[in-house]
């Protein structure tokens, strides 16, 4: 530690702190720019210059690191004048617009500009005029206003792992621009939004809507992924009209992903639900709360009546706790156990084995310090945007080596170490033969941990030289020292999670980590999939799970914010068991052709207009407040739950708030004692495994795009602009076309037992062999399983 | 994009730079192919940046970077002209001057049949020999008057 | 005694070849303390005995730089010449590649040994195409006769050096946008710390010097350290390439002893041209302050005596201006320079240069106040001392040193609408 005095403070600080974390650290505010606490140190702005003892110049705060005894004065004559100069520079090419300008009332420009006070501009030259540039439908820019802080260009390269944007020509003509006329691609991109300091880049969706003044500032959850990340929904009128990263170090850092960010434009989209409705006659029509809610209760009491194992009760992924909890105490009152959330699984073998809830098994700044990483069967990008960013943190600043086993070779933006890319179905064959080499490493006995059925199989496997690379690495050998008590970790992403047989995946990942001692965790494929486990929206012992309850269609459904044939790992499936059956309640955000054999639509509230808790993947335990009262007639799920449970007549539904239902449970105990004890990633037992071969068959891989992963983002413009609209077509490479005989830019016609679409055909060499690549979107519904056998002929 | 000559010219360049830093011949790259076209397009720009492996906004920071690379078509002849303090010292506007008459254009232009563009420079280092003007870059003339112009000006074809 | 360190070959034909360098005993140095395993240290006392200041136009003791390389480094360490020139007035580092490559090699080659370098670049000035070609010949040579490569000298010493061609900015010459040119990046300055020695090129520990101080090695290896300083002045060790250009008879180079009185220099140059008065002089290259007849007259080309005169010897770029210079179209002219060729990074040069040269525009064209010259003043101060790198300074240079030795002249612009040398 050093001690080191700023004007007139004593202050301790580590070795290799800079002027301004120092300050920073005791409150002493040092005007800046270009400087941020996440990005390199560019020292380019010049507003944090400072006075230090023995220094005849002014030194930039920012960069200059500190050492023992500096006396550091920021208020001197000599820091200010420096520091007035600096502004009087900046100003003088910069427009004075303030009053149309969208940054105007959050601007850092214009607030310390305030502090050094109006002096009248001795510049009498003309102001520069910057072209604009689209960079796409989600950044708006004014490029005039730009001050050349390189904020933006250092976060695109540094944190979003690719570099699109750059400061191009040179002196007073530089200029901030991306590649000509492309679009800023990164899926972290609204970032650069909060770091431009001035009004240059400003948020298109939100563009010219409201004042930053005029705007209510309420905390929330994102409700994308399984992050946990904390946002601020900003709101007049009782409208969000835009949403903000809010600081929390240890899950978003000061980020948030562009679907947490502009998703809202979802939220007051068209399709909103805002009243009960009923078919009759095949029409929908307008009803109240209480005939709708009374119709529904009779209906079900019907079917229950007759065979409470005729109710299928689906639950979506994004729903809080409390609705889980309701709708599987619904289901049990009603005596029914067949209740789920896991709608994109095709694989349940495990259920009964787990010891626990499955869940990320770490937490989220662990993985940045990770030496060695296995991802198995995750598109990061898509998956976890701001996770990834944890992954790249680890390679480029721990040396860390990442690892993947995927059946698509995209790319997550930071150096992979050892790579397979296979089908979904090798991906079996590839873990089994890590296993074997992990064995020959470590010097466990197999015997001792492994099922002799496995060791049988085991036996047959033949290693790959990139299976033993891997297990090498995960064993801590490295290519020029070796790592003696390497930090390792090997994680299942969504693909694995929706693969069908994730029962052995699962087995074998486990068992090549416990081998390792690595941390083992399953990436949260929403943003509360390890909540509704918690709350157990999950099948009663023996009853059906999502896919079973669909697969032997049932009589009644009741869905709460699905829309099946988006949201269920079989399109063709989910519509043809809601179409046979004789009454389908839908609890929804938004109206939905994914619902036309709904019978009754009930309106309830996202989260942003409902109170509830999520629990992100590292188990944390969330609640937030409604941010904006319900639009139109709707009403939060757990209340419109509630009054279903009471108009059943079932007991235990008196909940005056959601608060209430969460202390039901966590049975009064606080919820991250109870999640602790829960939180498991182990199994009882291992799973038999063969290694199976599915030569001569093509498999689909079937996934959900970025910008497709629930009805709120799918309902929002402008990310759906910035998607492109770019996830209609069947992927393959270039040796596969040629062997089936087929070219790219045709359509063709892709079929799944006994369904088929029309899409367009394309080359990429990022799809393995004997696979086609289609994605899960409304031009695919009459598809079925996400990696099921699938054929694709030409269309004559 | 680019003829096999001068892909091993790139090749060439890149042997100086440690594997990893392919990015470093980039400046080189970009002569290269400006020598090969006549300038730089944004599709030469992104095609040497794809050689690379680089980002293709790298490659145009370099290319809008740097005085020499021409982000638009000139004339089979570039010359450029320093004017600065040592140049202009030694009348280097009597240079310039003459030059525009002769071929009827400004600084910055380029001549009808497109044969001829003039560009103003700045200090090429070679102040012991001014007035002065470069052609395409490559080739320097020293200790001009208008009349060893008018001589070089014959010479181009 | 003129030409005796970096111009040693220039009277002998083919003054650039290998034969003609090898003729006076080149490379031998080299061989001697390669072969002769002679210690690190050793060199770098030789090189600090001979008070050799960098020519790159900083002047930093040049055997005190070396001793910042870390001696121990698990990897490649870099080793940078300078040969970017490109400050208005410079071009003496051209002739050297151009009339004794093989010095600089060797001089390269004996810091690389000394250095622990493993791999050098030599970065030269964009404009000058064929001397840049004819340097890549040299590196040829040199490396076909084995003075460049792997174990020379059948020893474990490997060095491997490259021509780095620059295409065209003035910034490239400060010693970090340099690196970052190497690096493939635009020429944007780094912030220092930290300096070159421990973060260069690639990261690496890399050590840069001008092109003139590295082709000074070898003859101070060869004769010692001492010898060397003997042939200057007190804190100004050895010969110097002035570079005179302007109004003068005879413009070009001259290697003559540090200390040589300016008036000596200027007649070796022939003398002020077209029989005219001398008016004023900016003796190290445009970013130097300018010095008025008299003042210049009467001084020596040395670090002190210059910098006692209120100038300083920068590259040694002696810019000669006759009576009939008007000093304010003159600092038009070196106020649009730095204005055009600032890297654009930071602010106070950036928005600085521009308002600089759009004043002293403004006057020239006939729309000047009496105001502007103290806001010229003022700017460049708020300029001085708060950029990056140097050339925000560079650019206060000028218009502070032209109004302050020629202010009766801009007045009269300003009052006049037009000069008073020129009458225009
Ligand atoms: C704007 C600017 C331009 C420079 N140009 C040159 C140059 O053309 N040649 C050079 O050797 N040094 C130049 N320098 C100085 C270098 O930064 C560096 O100090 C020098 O190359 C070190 O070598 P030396 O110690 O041998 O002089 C320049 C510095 C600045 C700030
Ligand atoms: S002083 Fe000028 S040239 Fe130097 S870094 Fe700053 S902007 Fe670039
Ligand atoms: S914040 Fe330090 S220079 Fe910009």
């Known amino acids: 530690m050093l001690k080191i005095e700023i004007d007139g403070k004593e202050v301790e600080v580590e070795h290799g702190s800079t002027i301004i974390d120092a300050a920073d650290k005791i409150g002493i505010a040092i005007p800046r720019f270009c400087y941020h606490k996440k ?6 702005c010049r507003m944090c210059l400072v006075q230090v003892e023995k220094f005849a110049k002014p030194l930039p705060a920012c960069a200059t690191p500190v050492s023992e005894g500096m006396k550091i004065f920021t208020r001197s004559k000599s820091a200010i004048e420096a520091q007035k100069s600096v502004m009087e520079f900046l100003l003088i090419n910069h427009p004075l617009d303030c009053p149309i300008c969208d940054q105007g009332g959050e601007c850092e420009l214009q607030d310390i500009a305030v502090g050094y006070g109006g002096v009248k501009s001795r510049y009498l030259e003309a102001k520069r005029v910057v072209v604009n540039k689209n ?10 206003r730009c001050i050349q802080c390189t904020r933006c260009v250092r976060y695109l390269k540094e944190i979003g792992g690719m570099m699109e944007l750059g400061l191009v020509g040179r002196g007073e003509h530089a200029e901030i621009t991306a590649y000509v006329d492309k679009s800023v691609a990164s899926e972290l991109s609204g970032n650069i939004i909060d770091l431009c300091p001035v009004g240059a880049l400003t948020s298109k969706p939100f563009r010219y809507s409201a004042r930053s003044w005029e705007l209510i500032h309420r905390p929330s959850i994102a409700a994308h992924d399984g992050l946990g990340s904390h946002i601020e929904v900003q709101v007049k009128n009782n409208r969000v009209m835009r949403v903000l990263p809010r600081e929390k170090e240890s899950i978003n850092e000061c980020w948030i992903s562009d679907r947490d960010r502009f998703s809202y434009e979802g939220l007051n989209s068209v399709d909103r639900l805002t009243t009960p409705m009923i078919k009759q ?12 809610l009374e119709y529904v209760a009779n209906r079900l009491k019907v079917v229950a009546e007759q065979d409470a194992n005729d109710l299928g009760f689906l639950v979506s992924l994004n729903s809080t706790m409390e609705e889980g909890w309701l709708t599987k105490k619904v289901a049990r009152g009603l005596g029914c156990g067949n209740v789920d959330h896991r709608l994109r699984r095709s694989d349940f073998r495990l259920d009964g084995n787990f010891q626990g809830t499955p869940w990320m098994g770490c937490n989220i700044p662990d993985l940045q310090a990770m030496d060695r990483v296995l991802i198995i069967g995750s598109n990061l990008r898509n998956e976890h945007p701001l996770l990834t960013t944890r992954l790249r943190n680890a390679v480029k600043m721990n040396e860390a080596e990442l690892s993947l086993i995927n059946p698509l070779d995209d790319d997550p933006l930071t150096p992979v170490a050892h790579k397979v890319i296979c089908s979904p179905n090798d991906m079996v064959n590839i873990l089994l033969q890590v296993l074997k080499a992990v064995s020959g490493l470590q010097r466990l006995s197999l015997c001792l941990c492994l099922p002799s059925s496995l060791l049988k199989t085991l036996e047959s496997v033949e290693v790959s030289e990139m299976a033993t690379r891997i297990a090498m690495s995960l064993a801590g050998h490295g290519t020029s020292y070796d790592l003696v008590s390497p930090k390792v970790g090997v994680f299942l992403g969504n693909i694995t999670q929706y693969h069908p047989r994730y029962a052995e995946i699962y087995t074998l990942s486990e068992a090549i980590a416990s081998l390792n001692g690595a941390t083992f965790g399953v990436l949260s494929e ?10 157990r929206a999950l099948p009663q012992r023996g009853a059906l799970n999502a896919r079973t309850m669909l697969e032997q269609p049932r009589r009644a459904y009741v869905l709460v914010n699905v829309e099946p044939e988006l949201d269920c790992h079989s399109a063709q499936m989910a519509s043809k068991a809601l179409a046979a059956a004789d009454f389908v309640v839908a609890l929804t955000t938004h109206k939905s052709h994914a619902l036309r054999d709904a019978d009754v639509m009930l309106p309830i509230a996202p989260f942003t207009e409902t109170s509830g ?13 409604a941010a904006v009262k319900p639009l139109g007639e709707a009403r939060p799920g757990w209340k419109v739950l509630r009054v279903l449970g009471n108009l059943l007549g079932l007991e235990g539904f008196d909940f005056d708030s959601s608060e209430q239902v969460k202390n039901e449970i966590f049975d009064g105990v606080k919820p991250s004692r ?14 038999e495994i063969t290694s199976q071969d599915k030569s001569g068959v093509l498999q689909r891989i079937g996934e959900f795009p970025l910008y497709q992963t629930d009805a709120i983002v799918r309902r929002a413009p402008s990310l759906q602009k910035a998607g492109k609209n770019d996830i209609a077509f069947a992927a393959m490479n270039s040796a596969m076309l040629e062997n089936l005989g087929l070219e790219a830019g045709k359509t063709v016609r892709v079929s799944q037992s006994g369904g088929s679409c029309t899409l367009p055909l394309r080359c990429d060499e990022r799809v393995p062999d004997a696979c086609v690549r289609v994605p899960v979107c409304s031009d695919t519904v009459a598809l079925g399983d996400l990696f099921g056998d699938i054929t694709v002929e030409a269309i004559l | 994009m ?13 042997n100086k730079y440690p594997e990893d830093h392919r990015q470093s011949a980039v400046m080189s790259s970009l002569r290269i192919a400006q020598d090969e076209l006549g300038w730089l397009s944004k599709e030469t720009i992104a095609f040497v940046a794809d050689y690379l492996r680089i980002p293709a906004i790298a490659a145009l920071e370099v290319a809008t970077f740097y005085n020499m690379y021409d982000l638009a078509p000139v004339g089979k002849y570039k010359i450029t002209v320093c004017t600065n303090i040592s140049c202009m010292l030694r009348e280097s506007d009597r240079i310039v001057e003459h030059l525009e008459h002769s071929l009827g254009i400004h600084m910055g232009e380029t001549t009808a049949d497109g044969k001829v563009t003039l560009k103003e420079g700045e200090c090429m280092g070679c102040c012991g020999g001014a007035p002065l003007f470069h052609i395409n870059n490559k080739e320097m003339c020293e200790h001009l008057t208008p009349e060893k112009v008018d001589q070089i000006l014959e010479g181009l074809k | 005694m003129a030409n005796e360190v970096c111009f040693r070959t220039l009277h002998l034909p083919e003054p650039g070849s290998l034969a003609t360098y090898r003729s006076i005993g080149g490379y031998e140095t080299l061989r001697r303390i390669v072969t002769e395993k002679v210690a690190a240290t050793e060199i770098i006392n030789q090189v600090k005995n001979s008070g050799l200041r960098g020519r790159g136009g900083a002047g930093f003791p040049t055997g005190l730089k070396w001793s910042f390389m870390p001696r121990y480094f698990d990897g490649t360490k870099y080793l940078v010449c300078n040969t970017d020139e490109g400050e208005p007035g410079t071009f003496k580092d051209r002739d050297i590649i151009r009339y004794n490559p093989h010095q600089l090699i060797e001089g390269m080659c004996i810091a690389a040994y000394t250095l622990g370098a493993r791999v050098g670049y030599n970065y030269i000035h964009g404009e000058i195409w064929e001397d840049y070609v004819s340097f890549e010949k040299a590196l040829d040579d040199a490396r076909a006769a084995g003075f460049l490569g792997e174990n020379l000298f059948g020893t474990s010493f490997c060095f491997d050096l490259y021509a780095h061609h620059g295409y065209g900015a003035y910034i490239c010459g400060e010693e970090t946008a340099l690196i970052e040119s190497i690096e493939g990046k635009k020429g944007q300055p780094r912030f220092k710390p930290p300096f070159p020695a421990s973060f260069g090129v690639f990261g690496k520990p890399t050590n840069v010097n001008n092109t003139e101080s590295y082709a000074s090695i070898p003859y101070i290896i060869e004769h010692g350290g001492q010898a060397f300083a003997d042939l200057g002045v007190h804190n100004s060790g050895g010969t110097k390439l002035f570079s005179v250009s302007g109004h003068v008879e ?3 180079n001259f290697e003559v002893n540090m200390g040589t009185p300016f008036a000596e220099l200027l007649g070796l140059a022939g003398g002020v041209w077209r029989g005219r008065q001398l008016k004023a002089v900016i003796p190290g290259g445009a970013s130097t302050p300018v010095m008025p007849a008299a003042v210049v007259m009467a001084a020596n080309m040395d670090y002190d005596s210059l910098s006692k005169a209120g100038s300083s010897l920068g590259a040694g770029s002696v810019i000669v201006m006759d009576e009939s210079t008007c000093m304010v179209q003159t600092l038009k002219r070196l106020s649009y320079f730095f204005f055009e060729e600032s890297c654009g990074q930071c602010t106070p040069c950036r928005e600085g240069t521009g308002w600089l040269y759009r004043v002293v525009k403004r006057i020239v064209d006939g729309q000047g106040r009496m105001e502007d010259l103290d806001l010229l003043t003022d700017v460049s101060h708020n300029i001085s001392g708060r950029t990056i790198c140097a050339l925000g300074d560079a650019a206060a240079t000028p218009v502070l040193s032209f109004i302050k030795h020629f202010r009766p002249e801009f007045e009269y612009y300003i009052q006049h609408g037009r000069s008073m040398v020129t009458g225009k």
């Open chain 2, 2 to 14: 680019l003829s096999q000559e001068s892909l091993a010219k790139i090749d060439r360049e890149l």
């Open chain 1, 39 to 44: 990005l390199s140190v560019a020292a380019n």
């Open chain 1, 135 to 144: 960079i796409g439908p989600l950044i708006s820019t004014d490029m005039t």
């Open chain 1, 613 to 625: 808790s999520y629990t992100s993947m590292e188990g944390r335990v969330q609640s937030f407040a």
């Open chain 1, 281 to 292: 006659n095949g029409e929908w029509r307008e009803a109240d709360w209480k005939s709708a």
């Open chain 3, 250 to 252: 005879r413009p070009g």
């Open chain 1, 526 to 535: 929403s943003n509360n999939r390890v909540g509704l486990n918690l709350a």
């Open chain 1, 674 to 687: 109870v999640v602790w004890n829960r939180l498991n990633n182990n199994l009882s037992h291992l799973l």
